[in-house]
C-alpha cells in the first residue's frame, strides 16, 4: 500500500473508532440523535475504508473478499441515515417501520440485486474473480449507483428546504445547521461528479479518490464539533457555545462569567430554588445578585438551554429521586407538585424530554427492578 493508502485507511478506522464512541455518549434525552449520528460516521467510514482497500487491491485477497461490492450498502443508507438524525434533533421524531420503510426500499433493492454474490462462500469468490465469472452472480450497474447518489442529493436538498425553518431567528444556528447540511451535500456532489465524469470515459472507477477525501475531511469536521461543541447538535447556537462568541454576546470577562456559573450552581444545590412553582427569571437573578439578563446569559452560555429547561432539569432530577424513594407512597400528580411543576402536563412533558421516557414508564421500570 502506498503512504497516502495508508493514511486514508488510517482516517477510515478513526472514523469507525468514532462512531463507537459517539454510540455510547451519553447525553440524557439525546442519546437517540447520537446513535443516528454513530451509523451516519461508520457509514461514512465504511466506504473510506472500501474505496482505499479497492485503490490498493486487497479486496481480491482472501481475508477482504467479503467486502467486495458492498460499497453500494453505505450508498444506500448515507442519506435515510442523515435524514433520520436531522429529524431526530430538530423535533425528536424517531425512526417508525410503519411509516418510513420507504426510506429503505433503495437499501432493500441493492441488498436482494446483489445478494447471489454476498451469500457465496470465500472460496467461490475468490474463484470468480479469478476466472471471471463475476456476472453470473452478479449484474452490476452504473445506473443503480447513479440513482442512489441523486437519492442523497434530494435528501440534502430537502433537509435544507424543510428542517431549517425549524430554527426561527436563530441566525447562528441556521449557519451551522446548513454548514453540516451543505458538507452532506459536498458528499453528494462529489459522487455525482464522479459519476458522470466515468460515464463520459474522463475518469475510471479506480480514479474516485477525490470522493474519499471528501467522506474524511467531513468525517473529521463532524466529529470534531461533535465531541467539543455538542450542543450544536442539539439546537443550540455557536453564540451560546463558543467560548469568544458567548462572552462577548454576555458582556462578561470569562473569569467572571465562570464565577457566576459556579455561583448558580452552588445556589441550584443549597437553596434548591426550582422547588418553588412560581420561580421566575428574576427571583434567580436577585439571588445572585445580577441583573436579569446575565442571568439569562450565563444559563445559555454555560448550560446550553434557556431558563425554563435549566430549571425543569433540576425538577425532573427531583421527581427522579421522589419516584425512586417514595415511588408507591405518591401518585404521579403529587411528586410533580412536590418537584416544583405547576400541572400534570408540563411535568410529563419535560420528564419525557429529559428522560425519554413518562413519568409513569418511568416508576413502572423502577418496580419491576424491585421485584
Request: charged share 15%; aromatic share 18%; hydrophobic share 45%.
Amino acid at each position: 500500500m502506498t503512504t497516502w493508502e495508508i493514511i486514508l485507511l488510517f482516517l477510515g478506522f478513526q472514523a469507525l473508532l468514532l462512531s463507537f464512541l459517539f454510540f455510547f455518549k451519553r447525553s440524557n434525552s439525546f442519546n437517540y440523535a447520537n446513535r443516528l449520528f454513530s451509523l451516519f460516521l461508520f457509514l461514512c467510514g465504511w466506504s473510506i475504508i472500501y474505496n482505499t482497500l479497492y485503490w490498493s487491491k486487497k479486496l481480491y485477497e482472501p481475508s477482504f473478499i467479503h467486502l467486495n461490492f458492498t460499497y453500494v450498502i453505505p450508498m444506500s443508507l448515507i442519506g435515510p441515515i442523515f435524514f433520520f438524525y436531522i429529524r431526530n434533533s430538530t423535533n425528536g421524531i424517531r425512526i417508525s417501520l410503519q411509516r418510513d420503510i420507504i426510506h429503505f426500499v433503495p437499501f432493500l433493492f441493492i441488498v436482494l440485486k446483489y445478494s447471489p454474490y454476498y451469500f457465496l462462500s470465500s472460496s467461490m469468490k475468490l474463484a470468480a474473480v479469478g476466472n471471471k465469472s463475476l456476472l453470473n452472480f452478479i449484474q452490476p450497474s452504473d445506473w443503480y449507483e447513479i440513482g442512489l447518489v441523486l437519492l442523497m442529493a434530494i435528501y440534502g436538498i430537502y433537509i435544507m428546504i424543510k428542517y431549517t425553518k425549524y430554527f426561527g431567528n436563530d441566525a447562528d444556528l441556521k449557519l451551522w445547521t446548513r454548514a453540516i447540511t451543505f458538507g452532506y451535500l459536498g458528499c453528494a456532489l462529489s459522487f455525482i461528479v464522479f459519476y458522470a465524469l466515468l460515464l463520459t470515459g474522463i475518469l475510471t472507477t479506480e480514479q474516485d479518490y477525490h470522493i474519499t477525501l471528501f467522506l474524511c475531511i467531513s468525517v473529521l469536521i463532524s466529529a470534531y464539533f461533535a465531541f467539543n461543541f455538542p450542543a450544536i447538535f442539539y439546537g443550540k447556537s455557536l453564540g451560546e457555545i463558543v467560548p469568544f462568541i458567548k462572552y462577548k454576546k454576555t458582556g462578561l470577562s470569562e473569569s467572571y462569567s465562570n464565577e457566576l456559573k459556579e455561583n448558580l450552581l452552588d445556589h441550584m444545590l443549597k437553596e434548591k430554588p426550582f422547588l418553588n412553582r412560581e420561580l421566575r427569571l428574576d427571583d434567580l437573578a436577585d439571588a445572585l445578585g445580577i441583573g436579569r439578563h446575565h442571568a439569562s446569559q450565563i444559563i445559555n452560555a454555560h448550560f446550553c438551554t434557556n431558563f425554563f429547561d435549566f430549571i425543569n432539569l433540576y425538577r425532573v432530577e427531583e421527581a427522579i429521586r421522589l419516584l425512586e424513594e417514595k415511588g408507591s407512597a405518591l401518585n404521579l400528580a403529587e411528586i410533580g407538585f412536590l418537584s416544583g411543576f405547576n400541572n400534570t402536563v408540563s411535568f410529563n412533558k419535560a420528564f419525557k424530554k429529559n428522560t425519554g421516557v413518562t413519568p409513569s414508564k418511568f416508576r413502572k421500570e423502577i418496580m419491576s427492578d424491585n421485584l
